[in-house]
């Protein structure tokens, strides 16, 4: 018998908390979430999230209502020089891509959580708590003991729980507990973030898509975010009088080729810093860490709060795993090995990008004006890297990969016939040869077993050269099969998320 009161505490209900909350939910799980403060955080800081976000909210039953606070971005993003001339685009479609949805998606950030916090009130098996602080915690051998103080009676109590993750932002208390220290990826900067609302009818110059003015002398980043709201982020310079750069009259100086105080409202100028960092140590025993708290990315690419997402979708089927006893609790580390090369990958961009849009020297500026000018601007996409050593077998790619999300023939998308649960996808004549033990795995971890007639899906295993595909449950590729001894083989996955051992999966490790 377990003395925790709940299978998981979340602490901090941000985008990290909400999403794992939601997943949580979802898996039926006894969950607390604590949060210290009274409401969501009014004032925005993200306003783009990807595809596959998108993608992660549609599987938590949330993409209808994330829907209707967000706008699918027309174009993507564009790096100009001083003179507004193009050097490099960040492109995606707005159309439906490989994630069944646009590339891009703007929102008002408190306008999401708003969203997220809805959707966790679906699930009986999640409370929430707000004005509940948790100011200490001790890893026990049987659970998790925190210490919360309900901030509007000022008494404190005990929450005792069989995992804790912290999604308690970027000065984690959960991190310092667990003495992880942070791996600096080079890039602090101060930035002002400045949001505007334009006023009714209001024609200005601004542009429809996402601009990164390189512009040596000052630059800035430009966002048409959602409805009448507009972003600004300035990078500060030596010598700027903090005081000053945020009175009206400056901001409206440092904008004024765009937009005018006759034109739109100032809803708020605040500084913040931008940093690039990794946290060594996601877990200890029986605390994780999740979001800001693992890692930071200056916003240069808006993947910040994707990573949180991303991080509450790698974690949440393994926390159910583990607690209904499917997995052992080995499996939860591979939440970081797998988790923190990818964050890796995307944080090391922005750190590039931000290179490229912070050069502050005329001479630099004229340099790497030239050198991208020689050409035509250069088109990229997201990243789009692979999971680190984990639970996947056989070769990566396309194993440890994203798999795309493809309309099916019966008009349904992928993720709508698999749900929260592995999938088998494979051509009928090779799922007929599997063997009684592999199709005894497949029903012990609810394995959905889907025949691969449709188009897309027949495409993209003729283009892998391969028959069948096995997905987990956050979409990502477990294996690949060309005949029936590698679909025994990939299937084997499964048999070691049953391992009674640590030693039996962590053999499944990839060096
Ligand atoms: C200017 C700016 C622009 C950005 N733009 C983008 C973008 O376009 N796209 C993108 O993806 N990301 C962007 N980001 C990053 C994004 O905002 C963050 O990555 C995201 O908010 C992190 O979510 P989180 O849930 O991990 O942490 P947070 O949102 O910080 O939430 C942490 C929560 O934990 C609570 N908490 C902390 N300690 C305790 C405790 N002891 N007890 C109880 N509760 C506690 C806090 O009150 C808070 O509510 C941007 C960031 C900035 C600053």
């Given at each position: 018998?377990?003395?925790?009161?709940?299978?998981?505490?979340?602490?901090?209900?941000?985008?990290?908390?909400?999403?794992?909350?939601?997943?949580?939910?979802?898996?039926?799980?006894?969950?607390?979430?604590?949060?210290?403060?009274?409401?969501?955080?009014?004032?925005?800081?993200?306003?783009?999230?990807?595809?596959?976000?998108?993608?992660?909210?549609?599987?938590?039953?949330?993409?209808?209502?994330?829907?209707?606070?967000?706008?699918?971005?027309?174009?993507?993003?564009?790096?100009?020089?001083?003179?507004?001339?193009?050097?490099?685009?960040?492109?995606?479609?707005?159309?439906?891509?490989?994630?069944?949805?646009?590339?891009?998606?703007?929102?008002?950030?408190?306008?999401?959580?708003?969203?997220?916090?809805?959707?966790?009130?679906?699930?009986?098996?999640?409370?929430?708590?707000?004005?509940?602080?948790?100011?200490?915690?001790?890893?026990?051998?049987?659970?998790?003991?925190?210490?919360?103080?309900?901030?509007?009676?000022?008494?404190?109590?005990?929450?005792?729980?069989?995992?804790?993750?912290?999604?308690?932002?970027?000065?984690?208390?959960?991190?310092?507990?667990?003495?992880?220290?942070?791996?600096?990826?080079?890039?602090?900067?101060?930035?002002?973030?400045?949001?505007?609302?334009?006023?009714?009818?209001?024609?200005?110059?601004?542009?429809?898509?996402?601009?990164?003015?390189?512009?040596?002398?000052?630059?800035?980043?430009?966002?048409?975010?959602?409805?009448?709201?507009?972003?600004?982020?300035?990078?500060?310079?030596?010598?700027?009088?903090?005081?000053?750069?945020?009175?009206?009259?400056?901001?409206?100086?440092?904008?004024?080729?765009?937009?005018?105080?006759?034109?739109?409202?100032?809803?708020?100028?605040?500084?913040?810093?931008?940093?690039?960092?990794?946290?060594?140590?996601?877990?200890?025993?029986?605390?994780?860490?999740?979001?800001?708290?693992?890692?930071?990315?200056?916003?240069?690419?808006?993947?910040?709060?994707?990573?949180?997402?991303?991080?509450?979708?790698?974690?949440?089927?393994?926390?159910?795993?583990?607690?209904?006893?499917?997995?052992?609790?080995a499996l939860l580390d591979t939440y970081e090995t797998e988790r923190s090369p990818h964050v890796h990958a995307f944080i090391d961009l922005a750190v590039k990008l931000g290179g490229i849009i912070q050069t502050t020297d005329p001479q630099a500026a004229r340099e790497r004006d030239a050198k991208f000018k020689a050409g035509q601007p250069t088109i990229f996409e997201f990243p789009a890297p692979g999971l680190?050593?984990?639970?996947?077998?056989?070769?990566?790619?396309?194993?440890?990969?994203?798999?795309?999300?493809?309309?099916?023939?019966?008009?349904?998308?992928?993720?709508?016939?698999?749900?929260?649960?592995?999938?088998?996808?494979?051509?009928?004549?090779?799922?007929?040869?599997?063997?009684?033990?592999?199709?005894?795995?497949?029903?012990?971890?609810?394995?959905?077993?889907?025949?691969?007639?449709?188009?897309?899906?027949?495409?993209?295993?003729?283009?892998?050269?391969?028959?069948?595909?096995?997905?987990?449950?956050?979409?990502?590729?477990?294996?690949?099969?060309?005949?029936?001894?590698?679909?025994?083989?990939?299937?084997?996955?499964?048999?070691?998320?049953?391992?009674?051992?640590?030693?039996?999966?962590?053999?499944?490790?990839?060096?």
């Amino acid at each position: 018998m377990s003395a925790a009161d709940f299978d998981v505490a979340v602490i901090g209900y941000g985008p990290a908390g909400a999403t794992l909350a939601n997943l949580l939910g979802h898996y039926g799980l006894s969950t607390v979430v604590l949060e210290k403060d009274a409401d969501i955080y009014p004032l925005p800081r993200a306003i783009h999230f990807d595809g596959e976000v998108m993608r992660v909210f549609e599987s938590a039953g949330l993409r209808p209502a994330v829907e209707t606070v967000s706008r699918p971005g027309l174009t993507g993003m564009h790096f100009n020089n001083a003179q507004g001339e193009t050097l490099l685009i960040r492109g995606g479609t707005h159309a439906r891509g490989q994630h069944g949805c646009a590339t891009n998606h703007y929102f008002h950030q408190p306008e999401l959580e708003t969203v997220l916090r809805a959707g966790v009130q679906r699930f009986a098996n999640v409370q929430v708590r707000t004005r509940h602080e948790v100011t200490a915690i001790e890893d026990r051998e049987d659970s998790a003991s925190l210490s919360v103080k309900d901030l509007a009676t000022g008494s404190t109590s005990r929450i005792n729980a069989r995992y804790v993750v912290g999604c308690d932002g970027a000065r984690s208390l959960v991190r310092k507990e667990l003495g992880s220290p942070l791996t600096d990826l080079g890039l602090h900067q101060p930035w002002l973030v400045f949001d505007l609302r334009l006023k009714e009818g209001a024609a200005t110059r601004l542009p429809d898509h996402t601009v990164q003015h390189c512009d040596p002398v000052r630059p800035m980043t430009y966002c048409n975010v959602t409805g009448n709201r507009r972003r600004f982020e300035i990078m500060l310079m030596p010598g700027d009088d903090l005081a000053q750069l945020v009175k009206p009259e400056t901001l409206w100086q440092l904008v004024g080729r765009w937009v005018s105080p006759e034109q739109a409202d100032i809803e708020r100028a605040v500084i913040y810093t931008f940093h690039s960092v990794i946290a060594q140590g996601w877990r200890r025993g029986r605390l994780l860490l999740a979001g800001d708290a693992a890692h930071q990315t200056p916003p240069f690419l808006g993947q910040g709060m994707c990573a949180a997402v991303r991080d509450a979708s790698n974690l949440a089927w393994k926390l159910d795993a583990v607690v209904r006893g499917r997995a052992s609790d080995a499996l939860l580390d591979t939440y970081e090995t797998e988790r923190s090369p990818h964050v890796h990958a995307f944080i090391d961009l922005a750190v590039k990008l931000g290179g490229i849009i912070q050069t502050t020297d005329p001479q630099a500026a004229r340099e790497r004006d030239a050198k991208f000018k020689a050409g035509q601007p250069t088109i990229f996409e997201f990243p789009a890297p692979g999971l680190g050593a984990g639970l996947w077998h056989g070769q990566a790619p396309p194993a440890a990969q994203i798999f795309p999300q493809p309309e099916l023939a019966d008009g349904r998308l992928l993720d709508q016939a698999i749900g929260l649960n592995f999938a088998l996808i494979g051509r009928p004549d090779l799922l007929a040869q599997a063997s009684e033990t592999t199709r005894q795995r497949w029903r012990a971890h609810a394995t959905v077993v889907l025949p691969a007639t449709d188009p897309q899906i027949l495409a993209w295993l003729h283009a892998n050269q391969v028959s069948a595909v096995l997905l987990r449950p956050d979409r990502y590729i477990a294996g690949v099969a060309r005949n029936a001894a590698e679909l025994e083989q990939i299937s084997q996955c499964l048999a070691q998320l049953g391992a009674a051992h640590s030693s039996d999966v962590e053999a499944t490790l990839k060096p």
